[in-house]
């Protein structure tokens, strides 16, 4: 599915309210509330004051995001005054403004409210192999990032930094899927798991383990494993495990740690990613924490707000591992599955034990992408922007209704009644076919 930007769907929500002017500045924005532009001067019908009341967003430049209410205009110069603080210089550069009777900010909360509502018909479809049978870990597949260098449940603790990579060939997963870019700056430098983030690794105590990870190094065998455990006796005994894999340099290679006992009693158990050299560089993808048998497994980010129609785990492979595979072709479908959420995210159950290292393959939908940016994209395209954009009218006179003088509510009631309408009858025409849900039935 192609995407569309906000300022897209922004320009089409109100270019079908009859509500849109875009026109570029003839002077650029100086340190005052003036925004001119005598492009304005074919629109104003040769009027003082024309565009008073309405609103006036500048799309780039330094003053890019101002959204500013009108309260004068003189034809004569095709100069706005307008709200708030003196803008910031541009010096010659020409901004591009649009003026509108309902705000950007306003309008791109209805595109939000459309989106949020409309999930049962405008989504992503989502085919996901990121888990891996009986895998202790959270995000072995490094998908969830709060932003570009921080992912969620991994954190750097000693010397460097990570950078998520979606560049082909430096992710060793499905396309599309991603990858942590480590750079160290301290030899032996590594990010981690932490049973503080993740306590379930603590259930780990007393088992035999196996440590895997692929790794993509700058330096030939600078990467490593390793396992560190701190036991709950008066010396508070502590256990480092680390493999000692050779790592080809530019190339990808599965370091492992296999059959490691580890301590009882534990009440810390940390699995770091690193490498032996100052400044140099990694990716690790698709890592793996091999013990116990797992039954819930935290859900992958595009599923927490989404919904799981289908769920499969992988029958066998072409690789020493079956997890490795870059698309395994048989899957065993599961039955008497559940979604447990714990208050803070959601965790898919298996009631069957399943042999250790295969791929968990999740198939359902997920939420289209809310925006935030006038540069921001949204997962719809083609006919199905037509839907997004009829209900984006009908929530935005919706919600102007909340804040309109008595004189107004008759004429906003009409115009969103009207595009309730039109997008009532989209949702038939143009509404997405989710894929089907397998039957659960309960698995003894």
């Known amino acids: 599915m192609g995407t569309t930007a906000a300022s897209v769907l922004d320009a089409r929500v109100h270019q079908n309210i009859g509500d849109f002017i875009e026109v570029a500045l003839t002077t650029a924005l100086d340190t005052s509330v003036e925004v001119i532009s005598t492009n304005l001067n074919k629109y104003d019908d040769g009027n003082n004051d024309h565009f008073n009341g309405r609103w006036c967003y500048v799309t780039n430049y330094v003053a890019a995001g101002e959204d500013r209410k009108i309260y004068d205009y003189v034809t004569a110069t095709g100069a706005l005054s307008v709200r ?67 992912l969620t449940f991994w954190a750097v603790e000693s010397g460097g930094t990570l ?34 983030v993740n306590p379930r690794l603590l259930d780990l105590e007393n088992q035999t383990v196996s440590l895997y990870g692929w790794a993509y190094p700058e330096i030939a065998d600078d990467p490593a494993i390793t396992l560190y455990t701190l036991q709950a006796d008066t010396a508070a005994t502590a256990q480092t495990l680390t493999s000692t894999t050779t ?47 797992v039954h819930e497994y935290l859900l992958p980010e595009r599923f927490q707000d989404g919904d799981v129609k289908q769920v499969y785990v992988q029958v066998g492979g072409h690789s020493d591992y079956p997890a490795d595979d870059i698309m395994p072709t048989e899957w065993e479908p599961v039955y008497g599955w559940e979604i447990i959420n714990n208050g803070t995210y959601k965790f898919l159950y298996l009631p069957k034990t399943y042999a250790n290292n295969k791929q968990i393959r999740l198939v359902g939908t997920s939420p289209l992408t809310e925006l935030s940016t006038y540069s921001g994209t949204t997962e719809v395209s083609g006919k199905q922007v037509n839907l997004l954009v009829a209900y984006s009218c009908y929530c935005l006179f919706r919600n102007e209704l909340g804040v309109a003088s008595s004189e107004d509510t008759k004429r906003l009631e009409d115009r969103r009644d009207y595009w309730f309408a039109i997008a009532q009858r989209y949702k038939s025409t143009l509404g997405m076919a989710p894929p089907k849900r397998f039957m659960n039935l309960p698995n003894y």
């Open 163 to 196: 950078a998520q990579t979606t560049t082909a060939g430096l992710y060793r997963g499905p396309l599309g899927s991603t990858s942590a870019l480590f750079t160290g700056d301290t030899d032996s430098g590594f990010f981690q798991q932490t049973s503080d």
């Open 247 to 293: 790592a080809v340099a530019g190339q990808w290679t599965l370091i492992k740690l296999e059959s490691q006992a580890l301590n009882s009693d534990l009440i810390e158990c940390n699995f770091r990613l690193g490498n032996a050299t100052d400044t140099a560089t990694c990716y690790w993808d698709n890592v793996r924490l091999i013990g116990g048998a």
């Open 84 to 150: 708030g603080a003196a803008f910031t210089s541009d010096s010659s550069d020409l901004a591009t403004v649009r003026i509108y009777r309902y705000s950007y900010t306003n309008t791109q909360r209805a595109i939000n409210d459309a989106i949020r509502e409309l999930s049962d018909y405008l989504f992503v479809y989502v085919d996901d192999r990121s888990l891996v049978t009986n895998n202790a870990l959270w995000d072995g597949h490094m998908e969830y990032w709060t932003d570009s260098s921080t």
